[in-house]
């Protein structure tokens, strides 16, 4: 493919690929992010690609291999047009029925559309899935649609008009008020509005301007960034292009996780696509504007994805924050202008762009507009990456697309915002989401992350468990992180393991505004958020913990005790002969636990045909 001269060009090339896309009578989509691949897509693939040679249908049907849908628990979909009909969980032993039934008789098969609670409800089209419905998927509805390693997919479906549109009618100036009308505010965790940070950077004096995306995405169970990247790349490169020509940048850089393989490689083609289409290097679509975009594989780091410490880390330094006294909108990156947002946010532009700065902030709330993805995890029936307009409660986001609780056990907690979060009991669900209302509420927006907890979990473990991570993650530069986060771990330690005393809550307190107020980057300054919320809303577990030393939740092990009812034994044997530990015994007609000697593994408890034994 030559160079793109000009805008004129694309549009004309757009024309022809939409043409050529409508006139496949057989269209089918095959979503295979990371999740996908996982689950078995690319060997569905294969089958796939056998079955349409073995039918004779190679040059009748349109296969698009995409990113991840969204709906991961699904993975991996199948999308068969006409007749409009979604297949999920898809194994390779089920492409010859698919092939044969619904690519050749036009049937559907019912067995692979998506079940509801009831077995005999079936949901045949997406549109009519609830997880679907009930979403503004403005970002990630368009993965469905691109073939990520295609750049003419992209084109197709509208890809880099609003560049064209801003190198040859709008100015720079006019971009960056755009940005502000609509406001977008950054959605990797600041909310920093997104067009004053542009504003800045262009202003500010500097032999070079940098844009970089981050897509350091270190949250535990985060994963809308990877989606994005993987899913739709060109999305983002458009974005930052429309970001570095308004600010008046030349080089961009995408720091992205070397744990995100997959994204690496999609946008390491992306940029070499763009770059063959014209689209990256000089004189892009014949205009004076000329930007060029490298790729940066971060090393794991979570601190990384503070923004001085990526720098530092994209400089070739040790991956530390400095103090935020000159921001790095002034000097940032090689001490020069420097703006940097996510991938989410980068990829919000295109579409401001196009559709007016208007329509963006005609959704959400007051002050947090637009949409934003989440990483929908833990205890619902329904994962997946969810996208809703802000101020859409977390009631709608758990219950209504998530699709509740598992297991019939009762939904006890979200945890939103990452390791750095608050966790939010079920009575706070009618809470909008957006940045100020869950700031209000002791917890925060953050990148997307959000944990739903069931009544199997001990919400000390759980703040224990986000510790532990902050700790090992904590670059230890600045005293009150390093050592502050320590003290708090040891406190909660004592709490689980029956040593904690009512004296050692009002120090936890203590500790957790010390390292807030005290730290360096937002690393520490938001580590103590899982402590104090789950102080603030969870304190009876705390109270349990140290004063009866008891574990609600029967988690903590130290604080379990196993007991065998002596009216429900049948003496059968089956707990001695599973315990690996020799705990339990039979003395004359009683079966017993010696609770010295008990690992409390719960190996007993799951071999007892009776149910004769139960944690305390």
């Not at 100015?171 to 406001?183: F, L, M, Y």
Request: hydrophobic residues 35%; contains cysteine.
């Amino acid at each position: 493919m030559p160079r793109l001269p000009n805008a004129a060009a694309l549009a004309s090339l757009r024309k022809e690929l939409k043409e050529d896309d409508q006139a496949w009578p057989i269209r089918v989509t095959l979503s295979s992010g990371t999740c996908g691949q996982a689950s078995g897509s690319i060997a569905v693939l294969r089958a796939l690609e056998e079955s349409l040679q073995e039918e004779g249908l190679t040059d009748k049907v349109h296969l698009r291999v995409t990113g991840c849908h969204g709906f991961c628990q699904q993975e991996p979909l199948m999308i068969v047009e006409p007749p409009d009909v979604l297949y999920c969980s898809v194994k390779p032993e089920d492409v010859p029925e698919i092939v044969t039934e619904t690519l050749v008789k036009a049937n559907v098969v019912e067995r692979l559309l998506f079940a509801g609670p009831a077995s005999d409800r079936r949901t045949r089209r997406e549109a009519d899935l609830p997880f679907f419905s009930k979403q503004d998927r403005d970002l990630i509805g368009q993965n469905r649609f691109i073939d990520p390693c295609d750049i003419r997919d992209y084109i197709a479906h509208g890809g880099y008009s609003a560049l064209a549109e801003v190198l040859t009618s709008v100015s720079p100036e006019e971009v960056i008020e755009q940005v502000k009308a609509s406001g977008l505010r950054g959605r990797g965790g600041g909310g920093y509005p997104t067009g004053k940070k542009w504003e800045q950077c262009r202003a500010a004096p500097g032999d070079a301007h940098y844009v970089i995306c981050n897509a350091d995405e270190g949250d535990p169970g985060a994963y809308m960034d990877r989606g994005l990247l993987e899913g739709n790349p060109h999305l983002i490169l458009e974005g930052m292009m429309i970001g570095a020509y308004a600010i008046g940048s030349r080089q961009g850089y995408v720091y992205v996780r070397n744990e995100y393989p997959l994204a690496v490689s999609h946008i390491h083609t992306a940029i070499d696509q763009a770059r063959e289409f014209g689209l990256l290097g000089e004189a892009i679509l014949g205009s004076e504007f000329s930007f060029d975009v490298r790729v940066a594989r971060g090393g794991g780091a979570f601190v990384c994805g503070e923004s001085t410490a990526l720098m530092a880390s994209l400089e070739g330094h040790v991956g530390e924050p400095r103090p935020k006294d000159v921001h790095t909108v002034e000097r940032g990156y090689r001490d020069q202008p420097t703006n940097l947002n996510n991938v989410e946010t980068w990829a919000n532009v295109p579409r401001i762009i196009l559709n007016g700065p208007d329509w963006f902030a005609g959704k959400g709330t007051d002050k947090s507009k637009g949409t934003k993805i989440f990483a929908l995890t833990g205890h619902v029936k329904n994962t997946g990456l969810v996208e809703v307009e802000m101020g859409t409660t977390l009631q709608e986001i758990i219950f209504d697309i998530g699709g509740g609780p598992q297991n019939g056990k009762q939904i006890k907690a979200v945890q939103t915002g990452g390791p750095s979060g608050g966790c939010l009991p079920v009575s706070r669900f009618s809470l909008p989401v957006d940045f100020e209302a869950l700031a209000e509420a002791g917890s925060m927006m953050g990148s997307g992350g959000m944990v739903v907890m069931d009544d199997s979990a001990c919400m000390v473990d759980v703040a224990r468990y986000f510790l532990k991570f902050l700790q090992d993650e904590s670059c230890g530069k600045c005293v009150p992180c390093r050592i502050g986060i320590d003290r708090m771990l040891e406190i909660l330690t004592d709490f689980a393991e029956g040593r904690g005393t009512p004296e050692q809550l009002d120090l936890l307190e203590d500790l957790a505004w010390t390292v807030t107020v005290g730290s360096l980057c937002a690393l520490g300054k938001t580590a103590a958020n899982p402590v104090l919320s789950t102080l603030r809303y969870f304190r009876d577990e705390y109270e349990a913990h140290i004063n009866e030393k008891r574990c609600p939740a029967g988690v903590c092990r130290a604080l379990v005790h196993y007991r065998i009812d002596p009216d429900l034994c049948v003496q059968c044997g089956e707990c001695i002969e599973a315990c690996p530990h020799d705990a339990i015994s039979e003395d004359g007609d009683q079966i017993e636990i010696e609770d010295s000697l008990c690992h409390k593994c719960g190996i007993c408890q799951e071999m007892c045909p009776s149910e004769a034994i139960s944690k305390a």
